[in-house]
């Protein structure tokens, strides 16, 4: 039985306009299902669409994996995973996301390139079953809104909403607002952020938003330093979040986003751009093609077990006294 917001009303009489009881999500990959969780957890319905019924099953593993180690940590009580997994349904069929109030498209594929075209393909299949008043928000920060909107009738519906990684303990999303985005729109996925307690970043449309351009950047002079042999993986990772107080060193967030994505990052906002700070360190693009993906693989930067960190993959010639 599912368990909504409105079950625990005075009232049930609750009207459904300008209001946000039902999320779509395509693409449930890791992201997605930190999404979704995090929806769910703060009373709202979810409705997730994956490429098949044997990728759906898959997908509710996973999300019942991950709820059991917060309760193993103490963050979540059996119950808890029960309510939350009762507000997430899935499908493989769009017909499914009709009464959605909002849709997130999180496509995440593996082939190289921007993924552009697959987008656009999401969000005219979005377009086509769900109501004319349903948002329809995209996960992107290295491709334009606006671009992806051209493929809706109804372009003014588009939004840009931003998440980062990790979904479940960062504090923000970005929100970002296309060229025919109307007021309506924006303002209820303002309110959506709200509703998922997160802060709303707002910002004008433009590659990479404002974390992706940073952090890409952040992680490729990290590598020039580790390149040149001024110092270990580890101890750039250490001087950052010692002495800036980041959560994660650049190389450890490197590994944690996947060097598959991240060099998708890059070469979007290279090709954007065209400028140096943008273009995949060498080491990025030897790891990337040895297969080796970051925390995913065991194998990144930094070697791990489990997710846990066991050494580091790339040695430097000591410093001599």
């Known amino acids: 039985m599912t368990e909504v917001l409105e079950d625990y009303a005075l009232s049930k009489k609750v009207s459904r306009k300008g209001t946000l009881q039902?999320?779509?999500i395509i693409g449930c990959g890791t992201m997605g299902q930190e999404i979704a969780r995090v929806i769910s957890q703060h009373g709202i319905n979810v409705i997730f669409i994956d490429l098949s019924e044997e990728k759906v099953k898959e997908v509710f593993v996973e999300l019942s994996r991950h709820l059991d180690n917060e309760i193993g940590k103490w963050g979540l009580t059996k119950n808890d995973k029960k309510v939350i997994l009762s507000r997430i349904k899935g499908s493989a069929n769009y017909n499914d996301i009709k009464d959605c109030d909002l849709i997130i498209e999180i496509v995440n594929s593996k082939k190289p390139g921007t993924n552009l075209e697959i987008r656009k393909e999401v969000f005219a299949k979005v377009e086509a079953v769900v109501r004319e008043d349903t948002i329809i928000c995209s996960n992107t920060s290295t491709l334009m809104i606006s671009e992806l909107a051209m493929e809706l009738k109804h372009p003014e519906r588009a939004v840009g909403f931003h998440f980062l990684s990790p979904a479940s303990t960062v504090k923000l999303v970005e929100v970002v607002r296309g060229v025919k985005t109307n007021d309506q729109s924006y303002d209820l996925v303002i309110?959506?952020?709200?509703?998922?307690?997160?802060k709303a970043i707002t910002l004008h449309e433009s590659p990479g938003n404002i974390s992706t351009r940073l952090i890409v950047t952040l992680i490729n002079q990290a590598c020039e330093t580790l390149m040149e042999g001024v110092a270990s993986t580890s101890c750039i990772d250490e001087t950052l979040k010692l002495g800036f107080g980041l959560q994660f060193g650049p190389l450890e967030m490197a590994d944690r986003i996947g060097l598959d994505k991240l060099i998708k990052w890059m070469n979007n906002l290279y090709q954007e751009f065209g400028e140096q700070q943008f273009k995949p360190n060498p080491i990025i693009k030897r790891l990337y093609r040895s297969g080796h993906f970051g925390r995913r693989t065991n194998f990144g930067f930094y070697k791990y077990?489990?997710?846990?960190?066991?050494g580091e993959t790339i040695t430097i010639p000591q410093i001599s006294e």
């Open 305 to 310: 077990k489990d997710g846990i960190k066991v």
């Open 191 to 198: 309110k959506f952020a709200k509703m998922i307690d997160k």
């Open 22 to 24: 039902n999320v779509g």
